[in-house]
């Protein structure tokens, strides 16, 4: 006996015999063929067939035959032949077979009051899923029309077993529920619906379900609606009240042009001499721009001309959901003749021609009835199915020499994603029919117009700036609670993550990149990132700035600029990554941009942005660095500061040595370009800094720390560039053991010091003895002299005397008597500068002393004449003796020694009133002291020699000198300080 | 400038090498001083030594020798006499 045949169409197309499912041939189109068979239920002409799905093979005919006895092994069976078909004609018998369709159908005509709840289940139980799924085949129109309009059909169907059955269980929400989310599914765009779900969610308890479901409902509804904020769903008081979800209209400030344009072009022109005719005005702006508020500005202003008003918006979430916007507008408008007629069609062709031509015909009779116009407004072109772009076009021109006014919007970036609705605007353009109003951002009045009315004490201007005169955002910002805080409002970033959830990967993908690239960006630095081919790259920016994501501009120095159309925008993308992913992105990109040949400043500065964001501190930090001495060269100090602070606010997140290390560094980058403000404080922490670095062994930069510790203690000034460590230093940082770099320290210091030159190196090397010593190390003699030698100089007389004692007695312990000379020698010019020529000349005899024990050099000469020459200041002195001990020095060849006893010598003279032999012996030392380069010397025989001018008068001598004087570059004593001085204010001229 | 002569005087032979590296080492105290090494003489037995320098003074010489830590019995300015003329 053979099983029964069963067909189920409502779902994928399934045939079974029994329990068993029979396998389906694998052609779309002979399954089509069997449902289109099997739902229309009567004959068709062979032809008609072949038109339907075979249109375009080569012989449909043979196509068809093919596909009948594919069927007919399916369907055909010992007790009944059930395709039927004939040279002409084909039709399918049902037989004793059962398909699922047939036996809803028949709830299509009754009151559902009527049924039972138990028959109503059983026919809700056959609604597997769509009609057909899966075999509606886009490519053939009329079985395409066809197949929409039956499921339509059943879909409403559904909905109303739903329904019914939803109103039945009301009392019980647990039962209710899976009804309500069933209903939910079907229309997903209903408020209504949503709001009855989310109060059954409530009704039993499921709370988070229901705020997740509330949070979806914001996300669905609210782009349809545009700037508005979609109403609380969630209101618990009575369910079936707040199942309605009114709002008011979007505010509407400015747009005085356009709405005056718009009504020009829908107002047909009673009187005029101009015939009616259609006329279609599509208004379009990017997102948010204010579409809406003009859309129902215009609705609430042209209701009382128009015979009727049809409105219906289009929805991004399902586009292929065939007439919504239009069904929902006929069945407000009282057409549902038009609209009941059509899905029920028997036939494909006849099916979608009874719906267009009945929706026609019934705004035809309106519109023949009426003086007045009828306005078809539908919202959100963009997303216009396809079945209702044709029924709308078909519409238009059935009606195109009649008062027709058709208002419709687009986002003009995403009309180009809709062919259908693309065609039809070509169509209507071509057709002459078409007026198009762009809407430009509002004007910074329009802009504080529009946010006063959200917000009185709002910073309108600021609001303006941040949002470039976009209505949405400016509301959005208006809204949110401290515009100061620059925070991108929720709403903002909701919608745009909306927005780019409709993008496909690589779109999506690039706009994630630019927004961590930053408001705008080189193309070039951007596609690297991206793991996408050129090609699909190319595409996916055409994309985005065709739907007014992206700007592009010709850069100057070549490539292209992009930047997003707005900074919010960009934001809203931004804030939308997750912390760990916007940190992957920025150190992608810092390492990127860190890892070019030659970075230039914006570059390096870009660097330190992204290494901070990412989190990478080192990377921060030495790209501050690196961009901070870039921005020296080209001298910008508030760039260098703002980076060096930056740095240093992330160095202390770094483990040591790098910690201790960097921050110096930075502290240079810093004195390169100012003086601090504390200098004092600064040297305590560099002194820090520079000690740590010397115990972690970090010798470059301990002495760098030193070097400028020594800055500010020594010059009182900047570093000249970065020319330090010279080789002394690097000489000194070769030397192992502690011990070891004490003594180069100390000689290196005494040598500098000398030669009055790089004292500030001096002090630095000074500074790191100490610090040395301080950790434990022994101290040295020669340390000590070379610090009393810098005190000295520097003219800290206390220090330098302290400093020369210890060295002298450490000389004696070390068996240094070359070291306690000079020490002592030290203390001589000491107590000189300070006039106690008691301890001079006691100094001076234990110099004479000393020098006879030397070996030969210049050290007992000079200690003859110094004795000498303290003896002459004294006045118990032979000035012939002095000049006898001069000879005999200046015959050891020291220029410097001499030249120092000439100089004191000369200045006595001076006192005395000798100026004549002052002068003579002023200029040899000025003639020794020039030989040897020693600037102090210089300047000290120079200053005699100014004064002389000047008691002498002698103008040309002493413009001389003064020349002379002023030459002089840095490194003088100062002693030699206190000299220039004083022959500088002398004045010009004697 | 003139022309410095050290003399040193070593109790074992010298050690060449050693002393080159030293003055390799402290080369920054000659070069500030503007005192340029023009020759060293060495006796056969490695004893004694004779260096000579241009220099701005003798003391110069003296100051970088005694920084570089290079030994030296005595350093003192010189004349050059002329040498004969090669005969022909």
Request: glycine share 6%; with cysteine; net charge negative.
């Amino acid at each position: 006996m053979v099983e029964r045949l069963h067909i189920r169409l409502l779902g994928e197309l399934e045939l079974s015999r029994g329990a068993t499912r029979l396998k389906l041939p694998p052609s779309k189109k002979t399954r089509a063929l069997l449902g289109y068979l099997v739902l229309t239920g009567r004959a068709h002409r062979r032809e008609r067939l072949c038109e339907l799905l075979w249109d375009v093979a080569d012989d449909p005919r043979a196509a068809l035959r093919w596909s009948l006895s594919k069927l007919r092994e399916l369907v055909d069976d010992e007790s009944a032949t059930r395709l039927v078909a004939t040279r002409e004609a084909v039709r399918f018998a049902l037989a004793d077979a059962t398909v699922d369709v047939l036996e809803v159908r028949p709830f299509a005509e009754a009151q559902l009051a009527d049924v039972s709840t138990a028959k109503l289940e059983a026919a809700l139980a056959c609604f597997r899923g769509e009609l057909l799924e899966g075999l509606e085949l886009p490519d053939f129109h009329a079985y395409y029309a066809f197949c929409l309009a039956e499921r339509e059909a059943l879909r409403g169907l559904h909905a109303r077993i739903v329904t019914e059955l939803l109103e039945r269980a009301m009392s019980a929400p647990d039962r209710a529920l899976p009804l309500a989310r069933r209903l939910v599914d079907l229309d997903p765009t209903s408020e209504r619906t949503r709001a009855l779900f989310l109060q059954l969610l409530h009704a039993s308890g499921r709370e988070r379900e229901a705020a997740h479901e509330a949070q979806k409902s914001r996300r669905l509804l609210e782009p349809a609606r545009g700037p508005e904020r979609a109403p609380e769903p969630s209101t618990r008081a009575s369910p079936l009240a707040s199942m309605r979800m009114s709002e008011p209209p979007p505010m509407l400030i400015g747009r005085r042009a356009e709405l005056r344009r718009a009504r020009e072009i829908l107002r047909t022109r009673d009187g005029a001499d101009e015939p009616p005719r259609a006329r279609v005005l599509l208004v379009t702006g990017e997102a948010g721009i204010g579409k809406s508020a003009l859309f129902a500005q215009l609705l609430t202003s042209e209701r009382p001309h128009v015979a009727d008003l049809h409105r219906g918006a289009a929805h991004e979430l399902d586009p292929g959901f065939p007439y919504a916007p239009l069904l929902g507008l006929l069945q407000q408008s009282g057409m549902a003749t038009a609209q009941g007629d059509a899905p029920r069609g028997d036939e494909a062709a006849q099916a979608r021609e009874r719906l267009f031509h009945g929706v026609a015909r019934a705004l035809g009779t309106k519109l023949d009835e009426s003086e007045r116009p009828v306005l078809l407004a539908i919202e959100d072109l963009h997303w216009l199915d396809e079945a209702s772009v044709l029924l709308l076009q078909h519409v238009v021109r059935a009606c195109r020499d009649r008062r027709l006014s058709v208002l419709l919007t687009a986002r003009s970036g995403e009309l180009a994603d809709n062919a259908a609705a693309r065609r039809l605007v070509r169509a209507l353009r071509s057709e002459g029919r078409l007026e198009e109003l762009s809407l430009p951002p509002l004007s910074p009045e329009e802009t504080c117009a529009l946010v006063r009315g959200v917000a009185g004490d709002v910073d309108a201007a600021a609001v303006h700036a941040q949002s470039g005169g976009h209505p949405l955002f400016a509301i959005e910002l208006a809204r949110a609670p401290s515009l100061a805080r620059a925070g991108v409002p929720a709403s903002i970033t909701r919608l745009v993550r909306e927005r780019m959830e409709s993008l496909a990967h690589e779109p999506s993908e690039v706009l994630r990149w630019a927004s961590v690239l930053g408001t705008s960006f080189c193309i070039a630095a951007l596609e690297p990132l991206l793991s996408i081919d050129p090609v699909p790259f190319v595409e996916a920016l055409e994309q985005l700035e065709r739907l007014g994501w992206l700007r592009f501009e010709p850069r100057v120095e070549g490539g292209t600029e992009a930047s997003f159309s707005h900074d919010l925008v960009r934001r809203a993308v931004y804030d939308g990554l997750s912390e760990p992913r916007r940190r992957l992105m920025h150190g992608r990109i810092a390492r990127r941009l860190a890892a070019l040949a030659a970075p230039d400043e914006s570059h390096a500065a870009e660097v330190a942005r992204h290494a901070v964001l990412a989190g990478d501190a080192e990377m921060a930090v030495r790209a501050c660095l690196s961009a901070g001495r870039g921005c020296v060269r080209l001298l910008a100090t508030a760039d260098v500061l703002t980076l060096a602070r930056r740095g240093l606010a992330h160095v202390t997140s770094l483990p040591l040595p790098e910690a201790c290390t960097l921050e110096i560094e930075l502290h240079e980058l810093m004195l390169l370009v100012q003086r601090p403000e504390r200098p004092e404080e600064l040297g305590a922490r560099l002194s820090e800094l520079a000690t740590r670095a010397l115990a972690l062994r970090q010798l470059e930069h301990a002495r760098r720390g030193f070097y400028l510790q020594s800055l500010l203690r020594w010059e009182q000034g900047k570093p000249s560039d970065a020319r330090r460590f010279s080789r002394e230093a690097e000489r000194l940082s070769r030397l192992e053991g502690p011990r070891a770099r004490l003594c180069g320290l100390a000689d290196a210091a005494r040598c500098l010091t000398m030669l009055n030159r790089d004292l500030a190196d001096a002090q630095a090397f000074v500074l790191e003895a100490e610090a040395l010593v301080a950790a434990g190390e022994a101290e040295i003699a020669g340390f000590r002299l070379a610090a009393g030698m810098l005190e000295l100089h520097r003219g800290a007389h206390e220090l330098a005397a302290v400093q020369l004692e210890r060295a002298v007695e450490l000389a004696q312990l070390e068996g240094e008597p070359l070291i306690e000379f000079v020490s002592l020698e030290y203390r001589l010019e000491l107590a000189l500068s300070d006039a106690r020529l008691d301890e001079a000349e006691a100094t001076a005899l234990r110099l004479a002393a000393l020098g006879t024990r030397m070996r030969e050099g210049s050290e007992a000469p000079f200690a003859c004449a110094a004795l000498a020459l303290v003896q002459v200041a004294r006045g118990t002195g032979d000035t012939n003796a002095l000049e006898e001990a001069v000879r005999a020095l200046a015959l050891a060849d020291a220029k410097q020694r001499t030249a120092y006893v000439l100089t004191r010598w000369a200045e006595l003279l001076l006192a005395c009133g000798d100026h004549a032999q002052a002068a003579a012996r002023a200029r040899e030392a000025l003639a020794l002291a020039a030989q040897i380069e020693h600037p102090s010397e210089t300047a000290l025989a120079r200053a005699v020699l100014a004064s002389v001018a000047h008691a002498a008068r002698d103008e040309d001598a002493f413009a001389r000198e003064n020349e002379g004087l002023a030459a002089l570059g840095q490194g003088l004593s100062a002693r030699a300080r206190v000299a220039v001085e004083r022959a500088r204010a002398y004045g010009t001229s004697p | 400038m003139v022309h410095v002569i050290v003399e040193r005087v070593f109790a074992e032979p010298a050690d060449v090498a050693a002393l080159s590296q030293r003055f390799e080492e402290a080369k920054s105290c000659f070069v500030m001083r503007n005192v340029q090494h023009v020759r060293t003489c060495l006796a056969r037995d490695g004893r004694r030594m004779i260096c000579e320098y241009t220099a701005p003074d003798a003391e110069s010489v003296r100051v970088a020798n005694q920084l570089a830590g290079l030994p030296f019995e005595r350093a003192w300015s010189a004349e050059v006499m002329e040498s004969p003329k090669p005969s022909v």
